[in-house]
C-alpha cells in the first residue's frame, strides 16, 4: 500500500493564511466504523492506516509544522486482552512499514507516552523510528501511545517534587515554564488546533496542559474514513475563527 506522497495527489491543497502550526488528532470511531459494517473492531483499526498516511500527507502540503495523534490511551488498557493485544501489534507493524516513507517525506517521528505496561517491542520500534528520522525538520509527528493528560502532567509533578526534595529547585521555582519544560517535549508549541472524528465530544485525557487554548474541531467522520481533504477542511474552518486568548477586541457595530 503506498499513499500519494505530499505533492502527488490530485487534489491539491489550498494555499491560505493562518494555517495552524500544531494540530492534534483523536483518531476515534475506528471500532463504531467496522461494526456498522458487519465487521469486528479490529478491521476498524486496520483500516486507520491509510486515514492516517493520507493526513500526514495532507499535513505537509498545507505547511503544519506540528502533528500529535492519539494512537492508544492509558484508559484504553481497559479494552478485551484481544483488541488491545491487537492495537499493540498494529502499531508496531505500522511503525515498521511506514517509517521509510515518513523519512523520505521528511517528517520527524517522536513518542509521547508512559514507558510502564507498553511493550518493549512497541517502545523499540518507536525509538528506532525516532533515530531513523532525527535529522528531518518539514513536520513533527508525534505518536501518543499510551499517553494520558493527568498521566503527563503528573511525571512532571513528582520530577518536580524530587528536585525541590534535591535542593536543587525552589518552591518559587515552581513556575507554568518549570512544569512545561518537563512534559514529554517541552519545545513542542501548544495545540493550536484540536480535531475529534467519529463525532463523540470530549477530550478524553489528550494534551491537557497543550490544549489551554486550542480550537476545537468535532468531526463526525469516522477515522477510517478521514483523509487530507477532511484535514483541510477542518483547517479552513479554524482559519475562520476568532481567537482571543483571554484578550477582548472593541467591535462596536456601525462604526
Ligand atoms: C479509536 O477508535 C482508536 C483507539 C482508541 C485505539 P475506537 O476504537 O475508540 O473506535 P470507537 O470509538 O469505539 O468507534
Ligand atoms: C480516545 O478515544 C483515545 C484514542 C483515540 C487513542 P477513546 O475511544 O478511547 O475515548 P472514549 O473512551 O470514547 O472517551
Ligand atoms: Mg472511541
Not at 470511531?29 to 493520507?54: I, K, S, V
Not at 517522536?110 to 520500534?125: A, D
Not at 536543587?168 to 514529554?184: F, N, P, Q, S
Request: glycine share 10%; hydrophobic share 40%.
Amino acid at each position: 500500500m503506498s499513499t500519494p506522497g505530499p505533492g502527488e495527489h490530485s487534489s491539491k491543497a489550498p494555499q491560505i493564511a493562518g494555517v495552524p502550526r500544531h494540530v492534534a488528532i483523536i483518531m476515534d470511531g475506528n471500532g463504531r466504523w467496522a461494526n456498522a459494517r458487519g465487521l469486528p473492531r479490529t478491521e476498524g483499526h486496520r483500516a486507520g492506516e491509510e486515514a492516517l498516511m493520507d493526513t500526514i500527507a495532507g499535513a505537509l502540503e498545507i505547511g503544519v509544522k506540528h502533528l500529535t495523534v492519539y494512537a492508544f490511551s492509558t484508559e484504553n488498557w481497559k479494552r478485551s486482552p484481544k483488541e488491545v493485544r491487537f492495537l499493540m501489534g498494529y502499531s508496531r507493524e505500522v511503525l515498521r512499514r511506514r517509517r521509510d516513507q515518513l523519512n523520505e517525506w521528511g517528517v520527524r517521528i517522536h513518542w509521547w507516552g508512559r514507558r510502564p505496561r507498553l511493550w518493549k517491542s512497541v517502545i523499540n520500534e518507536l525509538q528506532a523510528a525516532e533515530k531513523l528520522t532525527r535529522e528531518n525538520e518539514k513536520l513533527h509527528f508525534n505518536m501518543a501511545v499510551n499517553y494520558g493528560g493527568r498521566a503527563e502532567i503528573t511525571d512532571a509533578v513528582r520530577q518536580i517534587a524530587g528536585e525541590v526534595a534535591a535542593g536543587e529547585l525552589t518552591a518559587k521555582g515552581i513556575t507554568e515554564d518549570a512544569v512545561r519544560r518537563r512534559l514529554y517535549a517541552p519545545d513542542s508549541p501548544d495545540v493550536d488546533l484540536l480535531i475529534r472524528t467519529g463525532g463523540e465530544q470530549r477530550i478524553s485525557n489528550f494534551l491537557l496542559w497543550q490544549c489551554a487554548y486550542a480550537e476545537f474541531a468535532f468531526n463526525p467522520v469516522a477515522w477510517p474514513e478521514y483523509n487530507r481533504e477532511e484535514l483541510w477542511d477542518d483547517i479552513l474552518a479554524y482559519t475562520g475563527r476568532e481567537r482571543r486568548f483571554g484578550g477582548a477586541i472593541e467591535k462596536v457595530a456601525g462604526k
